[in-house]
């Protein structure tokens, strides 16, 4: 019902930037929340930064002040600008919404598969 697909990751040095995009697509569809998480090996899955239909956001204590995200809801796409990267955050960021089925109005969570970011020192 809902695809979404991450583009932005690669390769950056510490103190440098990359903003990440996540685009949904299908139909029948609304999405609510829209979400990013990331996940290094070895470590457990964590939520980065959120954004709520009505604007609201909220962001993990490691990236606030560095990382904001943003959303157009005319494009189905959300977006995460990653500023002052630091080697911590090397990790394969994935993209998440909550989306209602306008046919029968079920909620269901929906993944990316994951764009890799490499922060060097």
């Known amino acids: 019902q809902v695809q979404l697909v991450e583009s932005g990751g690669g390769l950056v040095q510490a103190g440098g930037s990359l903003k990440l995009s996540c685009a949904a697509s299908g139909s029948g569809f609304n999405i609510h929340a829209m979400n990013w998480y990331r996940q290094a090996p070895g470590k457990q899955r964590e939520l980065v930064a959120g954004?709520?239909?009505?604007?609201?956001?909220n962001y993990a204590d490691s990236v606030k002040g560095r990382f904001t995200i943003s959303r157009d809801k005319a494009k189905n796409t959300a977006y995460l600008q990653m500023n002052s990267l630091k080697p911590e955050d090397t990790a394969v960021y994935l993209c998440n919404a909550g989306a209602r089925s306008t046919l029968t109005w079920k909620y269901m969570d929906y993944w990316g598969k994951g764009t890799l970011v490499t922060v060097s020192s």
């Open positions: 954004v709520t239909s009505g604007g609201s956001t």
